[in-house]
């Protein structure tokens, strides 16, 4: 079976991925990665960017050996007097191949100089080549600052649209507990894998909100219109219509996350081998592991969250029970059906007798019309002939 008959499988209904009815699972793998993230956030806690921590930063261009860079800069800057131990990355330029060594230190002040000529003894370079700046706290304080604020308003913003949108306001609080598990996981991987926080990486974390949020919004879409279905027909349960829902948008989901991913997979690519550390790298890096996981949260998490808020409600437990009733009923059907399909009898070779017939009309607690047709549906009456004048 190909892709496409899987997919068109789910949406009729032939098959099903019990989303809803396994929402322990999920929850509970969730919940364990969550665990996972805090302990990298407040054990090892995150590696800021020196935007954020402020200090300085030399470039050594254009070095010809970088073997065994990170020690040889360490003893640079110790022996130009900085204190602290500096980070180092080769940063490689694709077109010309030229590497560059990237140092960061405490803020160095007036033993810069000192530190230039030093880097520039220790990897064979004229001082021209190597450049300094400095870069105070302050800055990236009013950036996270400014993005703590956008985050807020951004997060009332979405709860207000989604709650008149839906006309409920469940499914926002669906919706946000989702967001707010994926920025928890995203940056603990980054806590977990010690990868720096730039200002780009603030931005992707921004980025995966409005991602994360798109994806959801259509899953509860169709939830939305197969719960109002089996609100109206009584036939289906509340979990049940959402679960079709789910396996309905499910191609649609992994479809626009793989398309979303390839892009970012082959920006990563270059970053990683070729450019090296930089803003596109850190942007794409933190897109990468945002989307991914929005993709799960708006699946796996969001509609069994708004499924379990419902299904507190009086109606909607009634509605249970009446489907299950319905359910029951349309079982012992299909076993009558089955049974007289194995049995005919009195040899006309109808399997269904007219004893059958009756036992499925009580089954069905519909009375049968008195001109139904032999064949098709069973209480569309004939047409009465017309009378003639």
């Known amino acids: 079976m190909n892709f496409s008959q899987f997919g068109n499988d789910l949406y009729t209904g032939k098959r099903s991925i019990d989303f809803i009815g396994r929402q ?5 793998f969730s919940a364990a990665v969550i ?11 995150l590696n800021l960017g020196i935007e954020f921590r402020g200090g300085s930063e030399f470039r050594v ?87 703590l604020r956008a985050l807020i308003i951004f997060l009332i913003l979405v709860a207000l649209v989604m709650a008149v949108y839906f006309r409920t ?8 507990i989702a967001l707010v598990h994926d920025l928890i996981i995203t940056v603990g991987v980054y806590a977990l894998t010690g990868l ?14 409005g991602y994360s949020l798109y ?53 990563l690519f270059v970053g990683f081998f070729m450019l090296g550390p930089g803003t596109l790298l850190d942007l794409s890096l933190a897109l990468f592991i945002g989307i991914a996981i929005g993709a799960y949260s708006s699946v796996f998490i969001a509609p069994p969250l708004f499924v379990d808020m419902k299904n507190r409600e009086p109606q909607i437990q009634e509605l249970a029970k009446h489907a299950a009733r319905a359910r029951s009923k349309q079982e012992k059907i299909d076993a009558a059906k ?15 007798d007219a004893p059958d017939e009756a036992v499925l009309a009580r089954l069905a607690a519909r009375p049968v019309h008195k001109y139904a047709q032999p064949t098709g549906p069973r209480n569309q009456p004939k047409k009465a002939p017309k009378s003639k004048r």
Do not use: C, H
Not at 24 to 28: A, F, I, K, L, P
Not at 35 to 45: D, H, K, Q, S, T
Not at 169 to 176: C, D, F
Not at 338 to 352: E, I, K, S, V
């Open 61 to 147: 261009s254009n070095v010809a050996d970088t073997a065994n860079y990170e020690a040889r800069a360490k003893q640079a800057v110790g022996d130009a007097g900085i204190p602290g131990a500096a980070l180092t990355t080769v940063i490689s330029n694709a077109t010309t191949g030229e590497k560059s060594i990237r140092i960061q230190t405490e803020a160095a002040g007036d033993k810069s100089e000192a530190a230039i000529a030093a880097l520039a003894k220790s990897f064979s370079v004229p001082a021209s080549q190597v450049s300094a700046s400095f870069i105070d706290a302050s800055w990236g304080e009013g950036v996270s600052r400014e993005a």
């Open 24 to 28: 322990r699972v999920w929850y509970t």
């Open 338 to 352: 089955a049974r007289a399909l194995a049995d005919d009898t009195d040899g006309d070779g109808d399997p269904l």
């Open 35 to 45: 665990a996972l993230a805090l302990v990298g956030l407040f054990v090892r806690g």
């Open 196 to 209: 720096e926080i730039t200002p780009a990486s603030m931005i992707g974390f921004l980025t995966i909100l």
């Open 215 to 267: 994806d959801t919004v259509v899953v509860f879409d169709k939830v939305r219109e197969n719960t109002a279905e089996a609100i109206g027909s009584r036939r289906t349960s509340f979990a049940a219509a959402a679960n079709l829902a789910v396996n309905q948008t499910l191609v649609r989901s992994i479809n626009t996350t793989i398309v979303a991913l390839l892009p970012i997979a082959a920006i």
């Open 169 to 176: 306001w469940k499914m926002a609080a669906a919706g946000l």
